[in-house]
């Protein structure tokens, strides 16, 4: 007879390393609870491929994005195993200015990657999110870094997750190269109240 605890273990065991790897993935503490069953409940992809989530401010572009993530980076066999599709060091949840920084601090004294190592790096992960796309000043040099990973990635089909609070137009005004291959992703349109207001909590 299997005892409460005996029953309980293996689901403990289960958040514990979800949890895991999530924190070696990127992904911030406020979102480890998106779990996959908000890709069906939103009506997002099912396999992985190139989604742009977009909308106004705290309509969930970012829980969506995790959950995805989280969905696409775990598959069951026909046996009902649970195997892995993407091993937590090919994932990686990365705000955009955070890219940014990066590229930025390839040309300072202390630098300890070349601005070419950091767009190979993320050029090269399994599943990238990049999040909160054009919240962030952003000059020409940066845009054209960006837009070496986003289409190296779009060319060798390495599934790509964005989240932005930019409209397509808006995209367009800020670098139409970027916008063009974002136009031939997956779009997602996020509506609704600021979730953060609704729950009283400061944005």
Known sequence: ??????????????????????????????????IPETVKQLNLPQRPENVLLFGPTGTGKT?????????????????????????????????????????????????????????????????LVIDDLGAERVSDWSLSSLYLILDHRMQRRKPTILSTNMDLKQLDQMDSRIASRLGGMHLVKLKGQDLRLKAGRMP
């Open 1 to 34: 007879m299997t005892t409460a605890t005996e029953t309980d273990e293996p689901d403990r065991r289960e958040r514990i390393s979800g949890r895991n790897e999530l924190v070696v993935a990127g992904i911030y503490e406020a979102y480890h609870d998106a």
């Open 63 to 127: 829980w969506a994005a995790v959950a995805l993530m989280r969905a696409w980076s775990k598959e069951f066999d026909r046996f009902g195993r649970r195997e892995c599709r993407y091993h937590e060091w090919d994932l990686r949840f990365i705000k955009s200015a955070e890219i940014l920084m990066l590229l930025r601090e390839s040309y300072g004294p202390r630098a300890t990657s070349t601005e070419s190592e950091v767009i190979r790096k993320f050029q090269g992960i399994g599943l």
